[in-house]
C-alpha cells in the first residue's frame, strides 16, 4: 500500500549504548551456559533484551543487589545510565567483578554535578543544584547520588512553576543547573530562562550544557525527517524515556505519527495509498528492529 518506506539514518543506538551492549556481547561470546549480570536494563528496548537474554544477559534490581548474600567472582555489568557511589560500594562488597559501561558523557556530567556542589558549598557556602530530569530515571538516580540526594529535580515547566511559588527552589542563593543528557534541548533552554527570570540576582544561575550532543542534533533533524513523510511509525520501547520524548516530538509535527515496540502493533488501517512512510526509533532502538519493522509496513 504505501509508495516508499524509509528509514531514518539517523536513529538506532547512540554511541553509550552501542558501548555497553557491545561489552555484554564480547564477554557472553563462546561461553555457553555462562551468565552476565546487569544492574538494570542495558537497553529500554524489550525486543533488544531478549535477544542478549538468549545468550545470557541477566537483569537484576537494586533491591536484588540488596538481598544478595554474596556474588564472589560473578560480573556485573553498569550499564550506559551510570549509578551513585553507594551502587558501587554494595556490589564490591558482595565481591562482584565489575565491567563499567557507563556512558562517557553522563560520567562527565556526574563529575560536574560533584564539583558545581562542592563550589556552592565551600567555606560554608549557601546554593542549589537544580536537575531538569525525570524523577526515578536511572540516569537521575545515579547523578542526584553523587551529592547525596541533595539536588532539586524539575520534570517540568508547571512543577519548576510550583516550586518557584512554595520556596523549594530558592531565588536568592547562587544556584547551578544541569540536565539528563537525554533531555529535550528546546525544554531545557525554556527552564533555564524562567529560572534566569525569576532569580533575584541573574548572575547567581550558573547553566551547564549537559544534553547530549548526540541526542540533541537529532532533535531538529528528526523534526524535519517527521514533516517529510505522510506517515511516521516511531519504534521503541515503551519504558524509554528518549523514545516518549522524540516521538511527541514527531508527533507535533506530524500528527499522524504511531509508536509501536515491534511490527506486531502495526495496524494496517493507520496508512492510505501513496503515503510516503518514515521509520525512526530513539538511541535505545536497534538497527535491526528498525529494518524489521520497515520490511513490514513495505509488505503490507
Not at 264 to 281: K, L, N, Y
Amino acid at each position: 500500500m504505501p509508495s516508499s518506506v524509509e528509514i531514518d539514518s539517523r536513529s538506532g543506538f547512540c554511541g553509550g549504548v552501542i558501548r555497553a551492549i557491545s561489552s555484554a556481547e564480547k564477554y557472553l561470546d563462546g561461553k555457553d551456559g555462562e551468565h552476565l549480570f546487569s544492574l538494570g536494563a542495558i537497553v529500554h528496548n524489550e525486543e533488544e533484551l531478549d535477544r542478549l537474554a538468549k545468550k545470557g544477559l541477566v537483569c537484576i534490581d537494586l533491591q536484588d543487589l540488596q538481598d544478595m548474600k554474596a556474588a564472589e567472582g560473578e560480573m556485573l555489568l553498569i550499564r550506559a545510565h551510570g549509578e551513585p557511589p553507594t551502587t558501587y560500594d554494595r556490589a564490591k562488597e558482595l565481591g562482584f567483578n565489575i565491567i563499567d559501561c557507563t556512558c562517557p558523557v553522563v560520567l562527565k556530567l556526574q563529575n560536574s554535578i560533584k564539583e558545581a556542589y562542592a563550589r556552592l558549598h565551600e567555606n560554608g557556602g549557601d546554593g542549589q543544584i537544580v536537575l531538569f530530569g525525570k524523577v526515578g530515571h536511572a540516569e537521575v538516580l545515579g547523578l542526584v547520588g553523587q551529592v547525596k540526594g541533595d539536588a532539586i529535580i524539575v520534570e517540568n515547566m508547571s512543577q519548576l512553576d510550583a516550586m518557584l511559588q512554595d520556596g523549594t527552589i530558592r531565588i536568592d542563593v547562587a544556584t547551578e543547573v544541569f540536565s539528563q543528557t537525554t533531555k529535550s534541548p528546546v525544554e531545557y533552554s525554556e527552564i533555564c530562562d524562567r529560572l534566569r527570570n525569576t532569580m533575584e540576582h541573574p548572575d547567581q544561575l550558573s547553566v551547564h550544557d549537559t544534553i547530549c550532543s548526540q541526542v540533541a542534533s537529532r532533535h531538529e533533524a528528526l523534526a524535519e525527517f517527521a514533516r517529510e513523510h505522510d506517515v511516521i511509525i516511531f519504534v521503541s520501547g515503551k519504558s524509554s524515556s528518549n523514545g516518549r520524548v522524540l516521538s511527541e516530538l514527531c508527533k507535533s509535527v506530524n500528527i499522524r505519527t504511531y509508536h509501536v515496540c515491534s511490527e506486531s502493533e502495526i495496524r494496517p488501517e493507520w496508512f492510505r495509498e501513496d503515503d510516503r512512510v518514515g521509520i525512526c526509533g530513539a538511541t535505545s532502538t536497534p538497527l535491526w528492529l528498525l529494518e524489521s519493522v520497515a520490511a513490514h509496513v513495505a509488505a503490507l
